[in-house]
């Protein structure tokens, strides 16, 4: 089992970056791929990105392709989202979760574990 938290959310103007964390407990965290969701108000959880336990592997949604970056440091049980030229409409309560899958998964369910959120605002 895993506990997630995140943190590194905040109010940013559009254009501006922004660097979320998410810190897992326990020894087991190398062993889990980590996702990315996202919940923007008044609609449904999406998936932003995944990373598999070594990083090799990355996946994300067209919708942040190039302006997003997943990465992990296994060594600080820590992953993390870069993301740059934010936009207004990437306003959103992000999640990190962890799977035990091998593949890098896309669909909530196929996560276990699943942190608070922090809260991403983008002004225009």
């Known amino acids: 089992q895993v506990q997630l938290v995140e943190s590194g959310g905040g109010l940013v103007q559009a254009g501006d970056s922004l660097r979320l964390s998410c810190t897992a407990s326990?020894?087991?965290?190398?062993?889990?791929?980590m996702g990315w969701f996202r919940q923007a108000p008044g609609k449904e959880r999406e998936f932003v990105a995944a990373i598999s336990w070594s990083g090799s592997r990355t996946y994300y949604a067209d919708s942040v392709k190039g302006r997003f970056t997943i990465s992990r440091d296994n060594a600080k049980n820590t992953v993390y989202l870069q993301m740059n030229s934010l936009k207004p409409e990437n306003t959103a309560v992000y999640y990190c979760a962890a799977t035990t899958k091998a593949t890098l998964p896309l669909l909530e369910y196929e996560y276990s574990y699943w942190g608070q959120g922090t809260q991403v605002t983008v002004s225009s």
């Open positions: 326990g020894r087991t965290f190398k062993t889990y791929n």
